[in-house]
């Protein structure tokens, strides 16, 4: 937008959200948004491959 960016925000099952961020905790990652951009970038091929 012409304010910028907006605040997404992501709900995810309990057991998803305790694997995601030990996933983010491993990485050394203090934000969820890094840790995701992360994921996307290893699952390229398979999501292109989709």
């Not at 907006?6 to 890094?34: M, W």
Request: avoid cysteine; charged fraction near 35%.
């Amino acid at each position: 937008t012409s304010k910028g960016l907006r605040d997404r925000r992501v709900r995810l099952s309990v057991a998803t959200a305790i694997q995601f961020y030990d996933v983010q905790d491993r990485l050394g990652y203090d934000q969820p948004s890094k840790a995701v951009e992360w994921l996307l970038k290893k699952a390229k091929a398979a999501i292109d491959d989709l």
